[in-house]
């Protein structure tokens, strides 16, 4: 059993507001796995695959309730032996007492036909690892509590965090402890999953034996949650720009830098920037929505022309009336730019 730790401020320099942040494992800790002390391991075939046929596909050797694989843990026939059920055939080393593994098996040989390895002893001391992380300080989000159940193959039987800001965080997980938990309630498959509640952006989201890092359409409604606490969006509806028409449409001319001319239809809108139920807080602008004939102006070369888009227009423009004149010339001074911008040459200057 050995103590490791580290000191992330000392290894990657101080961060603001945190007071301290170190990590920290306890290797080859003795598993207790009474149960299988008392009573022997439950060996089960583990494996995975094929998906599809001729795809790749193994067997080994586990302890269903604790998870310890028989060392080495063997390579069986996939086409003999179904995942999940109990393995009784040999382990290395039986054929010494067994006439007739032994007249199967060759001097030494452990292994069968079709390339089966038959797995080894069990472990008479099987050891895992407890490890964390401690945060004391400023972290991010306000608050997050999470129970994770590693699936076979992951890094982490089971992982756990407890996060509230501005006082720290505290993550915590175990490798090979918690076996028994994830054996019964992930036997198949290689995704964990979560149990999760999360205070963040003015909402509370959860998340109820999720896969993590997966959401799929088909999951049932109580696997993913959110509540939203902003008052205000609740009560004056999310901000977003609407529109009003108020004049128009009228014909105008755009004589592009270049020389080139194009006729357009005008129309002035009233553009509101705001919370559908909070009029004091609206911001309000003019812009001048145009639309030109096809095939539209053309600013990248053989990207095809430009056929509607929007110019801003000054208060002022609309109340001296020439927002049809200043939105053309605007009009030709953004699309000249754009050209300049996409090194755009008229044809007839070309070769
Ligand atoms: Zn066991």
Known sequence: MWWHSIDYLKRDGRQRGMLVHRGFSLHRVPRLMLWCRLRGHRPVVDGYGPHKPGLDAARWVACGRCGVRPDPQGSLDPDGWEVGQSYDGPYAGDEMNDPLMRALLGPGNTVIKGG????????????????????????????????????????????????????????????????????????????????????????????????????????????????????????????????ETVDGPMLGWVTMPEGDSHQMQLKLE?????????????????????????????TRPGKGGIISASVRVPDEAVEARCWDVLACALIARKLGEDRTRYGYRPENMEG
């Open 270 to 298: 009233r553009v509101r920037l705001g919370r559908p139920r909070l009029n004091r807080a609206a911001k309000y602008h003019w812009s001048v929505e145009w639309t030109a004939d096809s095939p539209g102006i053309e």
């Open 116 to 243: 089966m390895h038959l797995p080894g002893r069990w472990p008479a001391t099987p050891t895992g690892t407890l490890g964390g992380e401690l945060v004391i300080g400023r972290t991010f989000g306000v608050f997050s509590a999470e129970v994770t159940i590693g699936a076979a193959g992951a890094e982490h039987t089971l992982a756990a965090h407890l996060r509230v800001w501005p006082f720290g965080a505290l993550y915590l997980h175990t490798e090979g402890f918690g076996a028994w938990l994830q054996r019964r309630l992930i036997p198949e498959g290689y995704t964990s999953r979560a149990i999760n509640v999360s205070v963040d952006d003015w909402a509370i989201r959860w998340q109820l034996w999720a896969r993590e890092g997966e959401w799929s359409r088909n999951d049932p409604w109580w696997m993913h949650g959110r509540i939203s606490l902003d008052l205000v969006q609740a009560l004056f509806g999310p901000k977003r720009y609407s529109y």
